[in-house]
Nanobody, 127 residues
Framework: QLQLVESGGGLVQPGGSLRLSCAASGFTLADYAIGWFRQAPGKEREGVSCISSRGGTTKYADFVEGRFTLSRDNAKNTAFLQMNSLKPEDTAIYYC????????????????????WGQGTQVTVAS
């Protein structure tokens, strides 16, 4: 079964950190671009970050402002999003996404050739 499973979300205070993980099963993650989208209540889904299939390119949305770092461990078939200096406006459901094209678009968006989505993990930043 082909799937992506996210973990690592939770409640954190402003200024805190979280590390999201996305584990792939049933396919070889190294062949895919992988990244994250997020969707806050009442807002459209937006790209956060993307790393290309061979790790040569990593792109981020402007709102990241150097606070997040996306990485991949192809040996573990897993990607990680390290989020530091979190703000209340980062509160959203975060979705892991892969695309077979292997490409990343501007703004940290995973290309939309044939996306595969995880189920999402909730991140809440509040005092």
């Amino acid at each position: 079964q082909l799937q992506l499973v996210e973990s690592g979300g939770g409640l954190v205070q402003p200024g805190g950190s979280l590390r999201l993980s996305c584990a792939a099963s049933g396919f070889t993650l190294a062949d895919y671009a992988i990244g994250w989208f997020r969707q806050a209540p009442g807002k459209e889904r937006e790209g956060v970050s993307c790393i290309s299939s061979r790790g040569g390119t990593t792109k981020y949305a402007d709102f990241v402002e150097g606070r997040f770092t996306l990485s991949r461990d192809n040996a573990k078939n897993t990607a990680f999003l390290q989020m530091n200096s979190l703000k209340p406006e980062d509160t959203a459901i975060y979705y892991c996404v892969t695309d077979l094209s292997g490409a990343c678009l501007e703004g940290g968006v995973v290309a939309a050739t044939a996306r595969r989505w995880g189920q999402g993990t909730q991140v809440t930043v509040a005092s």
